[in-house]
C-alpha cells in the first residue's frame, strides 16, 4: 500500500506543494507528473493506478498553480524551473522521470535542459511545439471574456479551443471528455486565483521548443487528431532530440490523456520501466461504435 505525504517548499520566496506516494517496493526512480497550467496535484489517478506499483509518482502544485502561490509578472519557466529542482532535491533522490502533458510538457522540457543529470527519463503528451495566431487569437478572446466576467463562454471557448471536434474523426470518449474539460475550466474561472495569468502567460511567456536536449530518454506522443499542435509538428519536435521516439495514439486528440487515460498509463510505466513500447495497448485502434440516441450532446 502506497503512503501519501504532502510537502510544502518555496522558491524565491513563492510557496507551493508537491505531493508524493511512495511505494514499498520501486523498479525505478520517482515520476515526477507536471501536467496543464490549470490542473492540480490531485488530477492523476490514471498515473497513480498504472505507475504507481513500480514507482513513487509525485504530483504538484508549483507557483501560479493549484493552492499556490501566484507567480510574478513577466518571464516564470526559470523560476517554475528552479521550484521543480527544489523538489528534486527535496525527495532526496539523484534523479527522477519526468512526466510533461500539455502545458507541463514545455515545463518538463525546461527542466531536462536545465538540469539533464537529474532526469532518468523524459515522456512529453500534447506536446505545444507549434501555437499558431489563430490560437492565440482564440487565447485573447477566451481572455477578454474572462476579463468581462464571462465564465461561460470563457469555458465553452476554450474547451473548443483544445478538442477535436470534427466528426468525421473519431475521438474516443469525446463528449465525455469535453463535458469533463468544460467543467474543469469553468471550475477554474470560477474559483481559481491563477486563471488570468495563466491565459497571459499562455499569450507571452511560451515554451521554448527549439531544440538544445541531449542525453536524456526521451518519448513524445500525441493523439492523431490533436489540434493543438498536429502530430506531424510534434514528430518533427521529438526529431531535435537524439535518440528520441515518437508515437502517435489513435483515436484520441489533445486530450489523449482524458480519452484513454488507461492507456496512457500503461504507457509512462513501460517507458519509465524501459519496457517494449511495440506492444503498448495505446497503440491499438479503439473498436468504434456508431452513436445512439441515447448518447449525451456535448454541452
Do not use: K
Request: glycine share 10%; hydrophobic share 40%.
Amino acid at each position: 500500500m502506497s503512503e501519501e505525504t504532502i510537502r510544502t517548499l518555496s522558491v524565491c520566496g513563492l510557496s507551493y506543494s508537491y505531493r508524493r506516494l511512495r511505494q514499498p517496493e520501486r523498479t525505478t526512480e520517482p515520476v515526477l507528473v507536471l501536467g496543464g497550467a490549470l490542473q492540480g496535484m490531485f488530477g492523476w489517478a490514471q498515473m497513480e493506478d498504472h505507475v504507481g506499483p513500480v514507482a513513487d509518482v509525485v504530483t504538484a502544485d508549483l507557483p501560479g498553480m493549484g493552492n499556490a502561490d501566484p507567480l510574478p509578472p513577466g518571464p516564470s519557466i526559470d523560476l517554475v524551473c528552479a521550484a521543480i529542482e527544489r523538489i528534486i532535491d527535496d525527495l532526496d533522490v539523484p534523479r527522477v522521470n519526468l512526466f510533461g502533458f500539455s502545458y507541463g510538457a514545455g515545463l518538463a522540457y525546461g527542466c531536462a535542459r536545465r538540469f539533464p543529470g537529474r532526469i532518468a527519463r523524459l515522456a512529453l503528451g500534447g506536446v505545444p511545439a507549434d501555437i499558431s495566431e489563430a490560437q492565440v487569437e482564440l487565447w485573447r478572446r477566451a481572455s477578454d471574456h474572462l476579463m468581462d466576467g464571462d465564465t461561460e463562454s470563457f469555458a465553452t471557448l476554450v474547451t473548443e479551443g483544445l478538442m477535436c471536434l470534427d466528426t468525421g474523426r473519431h475521438v474516443v470518449h469525446r463528449e465525455l471528455a469535453y463535458r469533463y474539460v468544460r467543467r474543469s475550466m469553468l471550475h477554474a474561472a470560477r474559483n481559481s486565483r491563477h486563471t488570468v495569468e495563466a491565459l497571459n502567460r499562455g499569450l507571452l511567456d511560451r515554451p521554448d521548443f527549439s531544440g538544445g536536449l541531449a542525453g536524456v530518454p526521451t518519448l513524445v506522443f500525441s493523439g492523431e487528431h490533436d489540434t493543438v499542435t498536429s502530430p506531424a509538428r510534434q514528430r518533427d519536435f521529438a526529431a531535435t532530440i537524439p535518440g528520441s521516439r515518437f508515437l502517435t495514439i489513435p483515436d484520441a486528440d489533445h486530450w489523449v490523456v482524458l480519452e484513454r487515460p488507461q492507456e496512457v498509463g500503461d504507457l509512462a510505466a513501460r517507458f519509465f520501466t524501459d519496457g517494449s513500447l511495440s506492444s503498448a495497448p495505446c497503440l491499438a485502434p479503439v473498436v468504434r461504435r456508431e452513436p445512439s440516441a441515447a448518447d449525451p450532446a456535448c454541452a
